[in-house]
Each structure stands twice: as C-alpha cells, then as structure tokens.
C-alpha cells in the first residue's frame, strides 16, 4: 500500500529547516536576527533615498527556555519609510513574500526568506513573534503589533495591535526575544557583524548597545546615498539557452531584432549589425520571434555569445566606492595605512560582478604574527561562518602577499595586523547555501577578486616598502657605525700593522660605507617618492579620506604624510624614523669618525678632522 | 709541540701565516678605497662531486663571496674577531670545541665593551663562523685546533691493538681484548693512532645503534667471531669517520653497517660515513671509509625474516619529511645518481613507494626463542654476500 503523500508549507519546512537559514546554534541565532533586521532597515531606507540612521540593541533579559542559552532581546530600530500596517503581517509572518524577488538588483534582500525565519525561532524558542512598531510618514500615530507565523498556512497573525504616540516622523522599530549566545567578537561576532556593516555602509549612522559595552555611535562619514540600482535589462551573455528561449517566448510577436534590442541590455542596431556578420542570418533578424525554430534560436545564440558586446551596465551592480570606502575605513579604529580599490564592473558567471577591496593596517588591532582579519561582504551584507569555502577566502589565499612586504605561509592568508574588507556586489550571487554564509566561486569570479586584491596590495606595498626602506637605511647606518671600526681593528692586531695603514683603511672603509648608505638612502627616496606620486593622485582623484595636506616641511623632507595614511597614524608609528634616519645619514661619516675616535684613543685629531671633511 | 700531535693529516699550510696574509690582503683593499672579498669553498650538496674512484664526495667549483658592504661588514668583522681567538689557539697550543670558542668570545666581549656587537647570540651563530673560516682557508676545523665531542664510535674487539702517540712524545697501547666490559673511545686524532691486528679479523660491523652493539658484543659476538664491533650513534661524527677510514686503511676488514631501513638511515648516516657529508666537502677525504658496505636492514631482509615495519604516514610531519628526503636524494645527491650506487639508490626507490620503514631492532623478533638470533642473521648475511 502506498504511503498517502502530503504537501506542507513553506513555512512549515523553514520551521524545521531553520539551520539552513542561518539558525544552527543559538550563537548563529542571535547574528542571523540582528543582520535579517539591519539589511531589511539599510534597504529600505535605500530604497526611499532616505540616509539610514539606525538604533540597535541587545540585551540579555533572562534565562533561556532551552539548555545553556540566555533570553536575549534584539531591537532595531530605522528611520526608514515605516511600513503600511496591512502588510505588517506579510513581511515579518510570510515566508518568501518579499518585494526584491528575482529583480535582478543588487539588493541585500533577496528571497524574503530572513526575517520571516527570525519571527518563527523567537515564536518556536519563546513563544511569541516580532514584536513591531511601525509609522509611515502618512500616519499620525504609530502601529504597534506582535507578528506571529502561521505555520501551516505560512502566513503573517498579528496579535495585540495598536495604535500608540511615537515621536519620530517614520520609521519602524522591531524587537525579538529569543534564546540565544551573545558572542561579540571572532569571526562570527556581533562587534564583528556591525563593523563590517558600518565599512561598507559609510552613509549609515549606527547606535548600538552591546552586552558588557558601552553605547556607541559611529556617525555617517558620507552624505550620499548609493544609488540603488534599477533593476535593469539582462545582459545577452548572461544567459544560457533554455533561458534564452523562455525569455523570447515572452515577447510573443515581435521581429527578433526588436526582442533583441528591447529585451537586453547592451544590445542595438549596431550591434545587430555587428550579429549578421558574425554569422547570423539576415533573414532571422527580421523573422517574429514566435515563428523561430528550436534550431534557429540556437544558431542565434551561438552567434549572440561568440559577438564581442560591451559589458554590462554598471548601473546593474553597485559600489561603494573608492572614496567612501576610505572615508569609512577610518571609523573601525586608529589606521596606520590604507589602499582601496573599486574594480570595473565585469561578467563572471554571465552575471555582472564588481569587486571592492579595502586593505588597512590598524594601530590598535591584530598582531604580527596573526592572521589578517579578513572582513567578506556579499552586496554589502558582511558573510561570517564558513570563511574557508568561500571564494573570497581562496582568492585572497592564493595571492602572493609576500610579494608586497607580507608575511604568509603557502597558500594561506597572510599574516599582520592589517583587515583585508573583500565586497563582492552581484545582482545574483551564487551563494553556497540558503543562509548566504559563503559566495560559490568560479575560477573567473576567483580570478576577478585576486586581480583586485593584486592591485590593493601594489598599493600597500608601497607604504610597506617606504617603510622596510627605512629600516633598511638605520639598520646600515647601525651596521657601518658598529662593525667597521672593530673590523679594521681586528685586521691591524692580526697583521701588526702601524697605526699609519689602520687611518688609511678607515678612511677607505668610510668611503666604502658611505657609498652603500647613500645607496640606501637613494632606495628610500625613491620609495618616498614613489608612494607620494601614490598619494598625490588619490588624493586627486578625492579618495584620500580625512587626510591633511602635507606640510611644506614635511613636503621637502619627504615624510609620510598625504592619503593612505590618516593624520592619528603619522603621530605614531614611522614618522620620526625617516626624519631620523636622514639626518642620520648625512651625519653618517662624522659619527663613524666619532665612533673610531672613542675606540682608539689618542687618534682623535685625524678622525676628528675626517669628520670635518665628511 | 701540540701541532704534531693533533695534526690530522700532513698539512704543508702554516695556518698562521695564511691567515696574517689573508687578513694584510683585506687591510690593502681597505686602503685602497677597495671593496675585500673572502671567498670559501661551497659547502652544500649543489656543489658535491662525487667519483665512484675517489669514493667520497668532494667540491665542485662553487665558492662563496663574501664581499664588504653594509650587509656583510657584520660577517666580515666577526670572522677576524674569531680568527684571532684561533690564532691564539694555535700559537699558545690550546684546544677547545666549539661551544668553548663561543665562550671564549662571549668572555672577550664581556672585557672590551667595543666588541658588544660583535656578542653571538647562539652558538649557532658562532659556529657557523667557525665553519666559514675553515672553508675559507680550506682546512680542518680540527686543525685550527677546534675539536668537536668525540661522540659514538664505542668499539669492541678481542683482536685490535691500538697504539696511540701521545701529546708528550710517548706512546699508549692499548689491547682492546683487556678492557673487559668497556669498549674503547676513539678520539678524533686518527693520525695519533696506530692499528695492529693480534689476529686475522675477519669483518668490521658498525651497528646505527650504540644500545644494539653492546647487546650484540654482551651476548659474546666479539668472542665468538674475530671481529670488530662498533656502536655508530645515529649520524657519525667526524671521530667515527676518521676511525673507520683508519681501520679500513691500517687493517684492511671488510667493513659492513647495519641500521635501519629509512631514507634518514640511508643518506644522513650511511652516506656519510662511507662518502662523507656535503657539510664537510673539504675534509672527507679523511673522514669517510668508502668501502663501508650496506649489510641492511635490506628490502629483501624484510621479505626472508618477515620483519615488521611501520608505515610511513604521509600526514605525519617528521614522516612525510623522511620521505621528501628519500626523494630529492634521489633527485640532487650524486652520490645516490651515480650508478655504482644503483642499488643503494633502489633501496630509496623502494622505500619511496612501499612508503615504509623497518628499525634494526626488528631482528630481535625472529625467533624469540634463540637470543643469538640478531647475531645470526648478522653474521650469515656477511657470509652469504646480503649486502650491497
């Protein structure tokens, strides 16, 4: 007898698969809530060019129901739009109801799966929904109501609703209280999930209240709202065949021409001219795309692939730019030194892709011999878990740091106190999972994010290098004040030579040295020089962050001032160094004299007056 | 005096004179604005030759610059701060090991506050000056009155006759048969020792482990063979190597090593006792008895005794290391490439692909019942020609 087969929602198969939405411990639990709220507040304040001020809090309120977890409260609150009361129950009670579905835009949102799974562990873990209060700007007072999942019926309840005062002109404001871990800080921390945020978000002020901290804000460092990009026409070689044909059956009877050049992006008469002498029949272009034959759309295709076209718009994907992304790295603590780089929109995977990369050494963060923190944003959305399958993670692995001043073992992530933030904005991005932990890397999306990760690094290692230069220079300048005389000494005992030859040889070490340092001196140079061209044109393009000019005296000594390294740095690390060293080296030959006058003795007045002559 | 005695070889250098000449050469370039540069025989396996003739392996044309500059001058100023230490050795006629010579300079530093940065770190740091300086004038360490531990090389017989001259002139003889228990400690001084055999001996074992030798020598190996046995101690050291090359030349035994069947056994002790070690390329010739042969454990051995072994396991750091080795040995020593040591080469061939390793000791699992089991098989593989 066969078995009687039933069919259940798809809230009911969330429910019980909520691990795979990001629910998998009540550490995991706790992330997936906060993030689902703060990408649904950073979206629709985007969506309504509004500049998203957002409020979080989380707090530990009690015990747990379940084993070894505390009841924790997350509430965040946006001044976005605010939300039309009837739909209340749709967006926080409803699996797969959402309003970004498919659309081809570089939205954090997606599917409308997140924050519906939020709703459904508070309501499993304790009993009760979301709680939200919402106002759009149209309505006086405030609703406030509980959601809960109808889990069978996967739909939005609302319980408790009413109307209350609230004193801001829109917004909405979302609580949940669920079992759960709070961890702030590591890989999948909540410290860690909000710094992400503010990097890529520079336009977001954020207030948050975190177990054991203080309250912070972290003010907007940019006035400009991305544009959020308009969901635009697909691009022809983003798509494969079946979907080709299913996308012209949609046209019904038009030319094929015109399915051509309405139906994509990036395609015209021109570039249909550019279709015939490739090889594709003059007499399809014209023929109804309804009367086409299976075979015929597959002589077009192969021609529509094999054609040179113009990439696709950028207007499709979305950046955050160079210079909001140096504005923004500052505000994630004191930075030593920074590089960032927006590459150009490209097609991996037939889909459009940009890669961002923002690479930063930090004062008050990580240590020599550590990792970098690698900080992995998917449209803008930080990924946490799983960093190890992740395509960004491989790419930055198999870069070879070491060729920028780096340490690193083989085909690992390099190591230093440096946050490499890796953003890889999609309309689609192929995640490995539904929970979106980890971006599923081709070779060509791989290849995209090395190159630039390549370019970051050239960048950096520009400062590195003025750096180890300087090093290099006081080291030498050490080297030949230290060795030289005991070397000559040595020689003279052994030998027995009169005190006559011991000057001369000093006199031709000196020389000898001297033409070593200034060697050492012209590669430091060269290096200063270097980085300042580095900086002269960042700061030209205006993506040198909140970076003071150089100061004349800084200027004409070559010092480490201008775009990649913030005012708060050059007080600290390298600054003197260099001045030092330069001095140093001019000074190079006196004190070597000096240094052979203490050692021997009553030869002062010979050394004394090759000092002179030095 | 004490020249004569610890001269290890017929040396026609005067060491103190190359070295004031060497260091009056560097002082003249120093004068003349002119950058020195000390050059040393290349001391590593890329420049090893070997000639199955010759048997051991010796330099190629590679030399090591050294020439004064900022990066150099650090090196420069302490091979003259060591050499003058050795110099003074040499003329006062006082010995020391290594590890007294960086003693020795860390107490000089301690006196004159100027040579603070000279101050070795390690001794790691000193020696390898040390080895730098020998290289360079191409002598022995030992002739620069620098002795390392006479380790391993414990040897038992109830045949061979030592006679060593010592350092007064006088003679020493020693009949190893008279030492009841204890085996005789060879110094590192093979011209100083004269080898007579009281009787015909008939081979010399050297066993890698100095435990398995005394057991071997405990359950009355030397008094029922005319033979010579010998605890090597893991990687021979020079005193090992030169005693060997003494007793292959003075008494002329066959002589056969056993140790373990791995890549570590093959090349780090085998190779180096019977050609010498690239380390060491100027002095092997005195310091290695190529006609040492390799009496197992053999693959073969494995098979005939059913012996058991250990797998190699790749995941295993050390392990997978060994094998590594096993390869670029095959790959880059031309001792393992030339092919009179084919079959020695097949036994890293074969440790390579069976991925195992067999200890000596493993004979002791032959018939549990007989003791002398070790022993047998032993000494029936030198009969029967198992070797390679």
Redesign the interface.
Known sequence: MTKKITSSSTAEYFAKNLQQVGFSSPTKAVLTTLKEAVDNALDACEEHDLLPEIRVSIKKVGSGASKSTDLVEIAVEDNGPGIDPDDLAKVFGEYLASSKFGRGQCTRGQQGIGISAATTWAQLTNAMGARVTTKTARMRKAVSAIVDVDIKGNRGVLKKKDTIDWDIPHGTKVEFRIDGRVQLNGDGGLLTYLEGTTLVNPHLTLHYELPDLETKTVERVSQVLPDVPSATLPHPHTMKLGEFMTHAHLYGKVDFSKFLKTGFSRVTDVTIKEFVKNGMPRALVDKPVMRMSEEEFKTAFSVIQKTELQQPSTRSVLTVGEEALSKSILRLGEVDFFSVMTRKPRICDFKPVVVEVALARFLDRGAGDEPVQLLRFANRVPLQFDKSACAITKAVESVNWRAYGLGQSKDSLPLGPYVFAVSVVSPFIKFKNASKETIDGSDELIEEIRRALMQAGQKLSRHIRKESREADLER?LQ??E???????E????????PES?KK??E???K???GR??RD?EAALSDAQTKLAALKERERRLGIGGNVEEPDAEDRAGGDAAASGSPPAARKGKPGGTSKASKAAGEAVSARFAATTT??TGPASTSATSTGKKA | MTDKIIRIRNLTKDIPKEAKTLCDAVLRELENANRPVLEAVKCSLDNSEYDPKVGYLTPGDKRVRTELNVSSVQKMARVVFLLEILLDNLKSGMVNTKREVYYISKGKVKGTPSLKPLDFADQDESDSIIDFIGDMMEVYREELNCFANDRGGQTYSQQLVVTETLPDGETATIDLSTLGTSPFQPKNKPQALKLKAKKKIDFCLVVESEGTAGTLVANGMTKRHNCIVMGAQGVPSNGVRGWCKLIQNQIKVPIYFFGDLDAYTMQNIFRTLKAGSAASLIRNSDFSAPEVRFLGVLPEDVKKYDLYCYPVKENDQAEARSLKKAKDALANDPFFQDKKNRRLAAILEWLVKNKLRCEQQALFSVNTKDPLMAEKIIVDKIKSGSFV
């Open positions: 030498k080297h030949i230290q060795f030289g005389p005991i070397l000559v040595g020689l003279v005992r052994i030998v027995g030579a030859r001369r040889a006199d031709g070490l020389k000898l040295l070593d340092t050492a203490k050692a």
